[in-house]
């Protein structure tokens, strides 16, 4: 059983994910966790050096607070992202 990382890219973001077996089987990390904090800036957030990229899901990135371990999810698209993604898949 190989504990390498599977590459995956869903809706045009490359992601990491864990393999069958491991611990964190079927977890997706963001290939560039930049991509992740610039959405999230984008999307609102404040003090981005207070936080840590931690995994995606459901299309949200996830940052866990370096001090007090709370966690915060943004989206990783917007309304007319979303339905330029939706569009291209229909294609």
């Known amino acids: 059983m190989s504990k390498d990382f ?5 809706n045009g973001i490359k992601y ?6 491991s611990i964190f089987e ?3 990390i963001r290939e ?3 991509d ?9 957030m404040k003090n981005p050096e207070d936080w840590m990229y931690m995994y995606s899901k ?10 007090n371990r709370c ?4 989206p990783q698209f917007g ?5 330029k993604n939706k569009i291209q898949r229909e294609r």
């Open 58 to 67: 459901n299309g949200k990135d996830f940052f866990k607070h370096c001090d």
């Open 16 to 21: 990491l994910v864990h393999p069958a077996g």
């Open 6 to 10: 599977i590459h995956t890219e869903e």
């Open 71 to 74: 966690y915060k999810a943004y």
């Open 79 to 83: 309304v007319i992202e979303k339905i």
């Open 36 to 44: 992740a904090f610039e959405n999230a800036i984008k999307r609102g």
């Open 32 to 34: 560039n966790p930049n």
């Open 26 to 28: 079927g977890m997706k």
